[in-house]
T-cell receptor
Framework: ELKVEQNPLFLSMQEGKNYTIYCNYS?????LYWYRQDPGKSLESLFV?????AVKQEGRLMASLDTKARLSTLHITAAVHDLSATYFC????????????FGAGTILRVKS | DAGVTQSPTHLIKTRGQQVTLRCSPI?????VSWYQQVLGQGPQFIFQ???????GRGNFPDRFSARQFPNYSSELNVNALLLGDSALYLC???????????FGPGTRLTVT
């Protein structure tokens, strides 16, 4: 069974600081996704990671994938208040079709 | 280009009632998936349809059903509503399966 664990579940950080969110998954997956969700809103796609060693960056966010360790990280550089949101990682496998399995989410609060 | 659309935006129902939620995928997308997101949790997969056929079903009771129409839009039906069905229901579409999914704004269902 495909399971996804994120940590931490809650992260409070000061503006300007760096931090990393971790995403572990239980079995081989084909793609790993990072989403952002603002309160009461839908999911906004941030990154899709396909292969071992993949690294993608957008602004202050950088995601990486280590398929051997079944681990993805979302690194936040010099956090700003606008990054406050809930971040989810999710994985899928071709044999499961389009079924995405999500982690529990990391609530990020950036204090000004 | 229009994204995934869902209706209604919000809905309040009483226990025991039935509800129908609607989703229109991005133009050209043939796969639609439904997810339930209970407050404070990650989304849970309910159904996936591709070319009008059910391709996947999550661990939900038979009170949940769905269908996809020839124009690839989809409906999710929930019978005999329970308080625990209160959640944000998300629809996602993709060009084919398996492929990156794009999420709609969601329908917030409250069961009283």
């Amino acid at each position: 069974e495909l399971k996804v664990e994120q940590n931490p579940l809650f992260l409070s950080m000061q503006e300007g600081k760096n931090y990393t969110i971790y995403c572990n998954y239980s079995t081989t997956s084909d793609r790993l996704y990072w989403y952002r969700q603002d309160p009461g809103k839908s999911l906004e796609s941030l990154f899709v990671l396909l292969s071992n060693g993949a690294v993608k960056q957008e602004g202050r966010l950088m995601a990486s994938l280590d398929t051997k360790a079944r681990l993805s990280t979302l690194h936040i550089t010099a956090a700003v208040h606008d990054l406050s949101a809930t971040y989810f990682c999710a994985v899928d496998r071709k044999e499961y079709g389009n079924k995405l399995v999500f982690g529990a989410g990391t609530i990020l609060r950036v204090k000004s | 280009d229009a994204g995934v659309t869902q209706s209604p935006t919000h809905l309040i129902k009483t226990r025991g009632q039935q509800v129908t939620l609607r989703c229109s995928p991005i133009s050209g997308h043939k796969s639609v998936s439904w997810y339930q997101q209970v407050l404070g949790q990650g989304p849970q997969f309910i159904f996936q349809y591709y070319e009008k056929e059910e391709r996947g079903r999550g661990n939900f009771p038979d009170r949940f059903s769905a269908r996809q129409f020839p124009n690839y839009s989809s409906e999710l039906n929930v019978n005999a509503l329970l308080l625990g069905d209160s959640a944000l229901y998300l629809c996602a579409s993709s060009i084919q399966e398996p492929y990156e999914q794009y999420f709609g704004p969601g329908t917030r269902l409250t069961v009283t």
